[in-house]
Nanobody, 115 residues
Framework: VQLQASGGGLVQAGGSLRLSCAASGIIFRLGTMAWYRQAPGKSRELVANITRSGTTNYADAVKGRFTISRDNAKNTVYLQMNSLKPEDTAVFYC??????????WGQGTLVTVSS
């Protein structure tokens, strides 16, 4: 499974961005999909994940501001980010659990929030 992320960019505090991550390859083995982020000098952390059936989970820092969704027909996961803060600045990575294999990771997309 290969993941291609897109949608990052520069936005002012309070603004919004939508990230997308499209999966290709052996799609029927896709399980839970997720977004992680890594800020400068910090460890990679889970932002949100979503199961194939649509159950979601969010980090406390983004609850109420970010929404994860997926379109199984398009093999794509999205992250709608609203009310962005400077502390949300990070490289965002999409991730997918792959049945019988190691997790797949996208290449990362940079989100920069200016104050």
């Amino acid at each position: 499974v290969q993941l291609q992320a897109s949608g990052g960019g520069l936005v002012q505090a309070g603004g919004s961005l939508r990230l997308s991550c499209a999966a290709s390859g052996i799609i029927f083995r896709l399980g839970t999909m997720a977004w992680y982020r890594q800020a400068p000098g910090k460890s990679r952390e889970l932002v949100a994940n979503i199961t194939r059936s649509g159950t979601t989970n969010y980090a406390d820092a983004v609850k109420g501001r970010f929404t994860i969704s997926r379109d199984n027909a398009k093999n794509t996961v999205y992250l709608q980010m609203n009310s962005l803060k400077p502390e949300d600045t990070a490289v965002f990575y999409c991730n997918a659990a792959v049945l019988g294999d190691a997790d797949a990771w996208g290449q990362g997309t940079l989100v920069t929030v200016s104050s």
